[in-house]
């Protein structure tokens, strides 16, 4: 078996920060690409940062310049999100891709999401 697990959302005011965390557990050989995803009401969900094994990172525009993807081990990514405005709020999901143990492929894990609201 194999979780992905994000913690870290709540409740912020506009200008504020929050960590976000992602952990992977189980039965897992291999974690390759990580990534955070965000989903608004009403949108479809979108990318908002990603991290390679080797440490190359890619941000949405929308938040270049305030949030900052980084990877913990190798089974662990975080996003420090600065400066959040309204427009933030969504359900942050995790998406980790890796390999199980006696399994040749590589496969997308998504997270249930955490909800990030910032209001006044």
């Known amino acids: 078996q194999v979780q992905v697990a994000e913690s870290g959302g709540g409740l912020v005011q506009p200008g504020g920060s929050l960590r976000l965390s992602c952990a992977a557990s189980?039965?897992?050989?291999?974690?390759?690409?990580m990534g955070w995803y965000r989903q608004a009401p009403g949108k479809q969900r979108e990318l908002v940062a990603a991290i390679t094994v080797a440490g190359t990172t890619t941000i949405a525009d929308s938040v270049k310049g305030r949030f900052t993807i980084s990877r913990g081990n190798a089974r662990n990514t975080y996003l420090q999100m600065n400066s959040l405005s309204p427009e933030d709020t969504a359900v942050y999901y995790c998406k980790a891709n890796l390999r199980r143990m006696w399994d040749s492929q590589w496969r997308d894990y998504w997270g249930q999401g955490t909800q990030v609201t910032v209001s006044s």
């Open positions: 189980g039965s897992i050989l291999s974690i390759n690409d």
